[in-house]
């Protein structure tokens, strides 16, 4: 196992959207190199991560001579990987995390990964590409779109090739094309969170509310972008405190579906959503406050724009007006927690 260590004088700057999604008390970056894209029959021969210590960027390799080495570049990045409590990665959800997973369960060591809040780029800049105008989401076009200009100009799928050949002549020029390969994945990582400044302030503002269940104050958050509307329902996805001591909650209501799951801090909330035309020909779509007993009382839907008629409150599923769904989804929550639980 080869392990090399950098260190640049500057700092690793955190954006903004990032904070309103997870806490970055202590943040890692990280990418892997591997032999092929399965996870069940290739290995990893290459971990990189960046961190900050002591107001500087620090980046570590972890190499794998030949992949009988996987098990000891694994067990060198579980260690390490211990100290954070936030990753960062592209595409890592999909391909980096779940590769890193079977592999230590191949090698009988517990993936630390679980424990880690996570923020993968390509997700998030998927969820907002109406705010970028770029072509496309691969990580070498973003770092244009930015103005990074990278050193090295190989390929994951050359990595693999080089890594083959150096198995079986150790050339130290290969060695450096594959490690620079991977340096500068992870180095430009952390300028690649620049891209976050074009998203607007307003679509990642965080909607936070407290629920007091007995004795247990619970928070559940989610933002704009948690929210996805068609013809037939909307469905928000978000997050809540995590509580091992209470068990999911299946809640289904005429008005409304509800699933939490406390132990992981996640739920999902689905409404109906109906459908009629106005006497000018619109089609338009609304939902039913009657269902959801909501009071008409309360100020958060009285004198809205959206509001059809009296006890309709009108979704414009192309263009959704998010503001009068905050009040809105801090009832149904708390109306469905409240309700004895339906397992």
């Not at 190199?33 to 290995?43: A, D, F, V």
């Not at 965080?206 to 509307?229: C, G, M, N, R, Y």
């Not at 009285?302 to 006890?311: A, R, S």
């Not at 009108?314 to 469905?336: C, K, R, Y």
Request: hydrophobic share 35%.
């Amino acid at each position: 196992m080869i392990i090399k260590e950098y260190t640049h004088k500057e700092q690793l700057i955190i954006p903004k959207y990032v904070y309103q999604y997870v806490s970055c008390n202590n943040t890692v970056i990280f990418d892997i190199e591997t032999t092929g894209l399965s996870k069940y029959h290739n290995k990893v021969i290459l971990i990189g991560y960046l961190f900050a210590e002591d107001g500087q960027i620090k980046i570590r390799q972890l190499f794998a001579e030949d992949s009988s080495e996987e098990g000891l570049i694994l067990l060198e990045f579980m260690k390490d990987i211990s100290n954070f409590d936030t990753m960062i990665t592209y595409n890592g959800a999909t391909f980096d995390c779940p590769f890193l997973k079977e592999r230590f369960i191949q090698h009988k060591l517990e993936w630390p990964g679980e424990t880690l809040e996570h923020i993968d780029i390509l997700k998030h800049l998927r969820k907002n590409k109406e705010y970028l105008k770029i072509d496309n989401f691969k990580l070498k076009t973003v770092e244009k779109y930015l103005g990074i200009n990278r050193k090295d100009i190989i390929s994951g799928e050359d990595s693999v090739r080089l890594y083959n050949q150096f198995t079986k002549k150790r050339s130290a020029a290969l060695l450096e094309k594959i490690l620079l390969h991977n340096y500068e994945d992870i180095y430009y990582l952390g300028k690649v969170l620049d891209i976050f400044k074009f998203i607007p302030e307003e679509v990642y503002k965080k909607w936070q509310h407290i629920v007091h269940l007995d004795d247990e104050a619970i928070s559940f958050s989610f933002f704009p972008t948690d929210f996805s509307f068609k013809s037939k329902a909307i469905t928000l996805v978000g997050r809540s405190s995590k509580n091992n001591n209470l068990p999911q909650l299946k809640h289904y209501h005429q008005g409304f579906s509800f699933f939490w799951d406390p132990s992981l801090g996640s739920f999902k909330l689905d409404i109906p959503l109906f459908n009629t035309k106005l006497n000018s020909g619109k089609k338009i779509h609304f939902i039913d406050l009657r269902v959801l007993n909501i009071s008409r009382e309360n100020q958060v839907y009285q004198n809205n724009e959206q509001l059809y008629e009296e006890h309709f409150l009108h979704v414009d599923i192309h263009s959704p007006n998010l503001q009068p769904f905050e009040g809105l989804i801090l009832e149904i929550i708390t109306m469905a927690i409240r309700t004895p639980y339906v397992q």
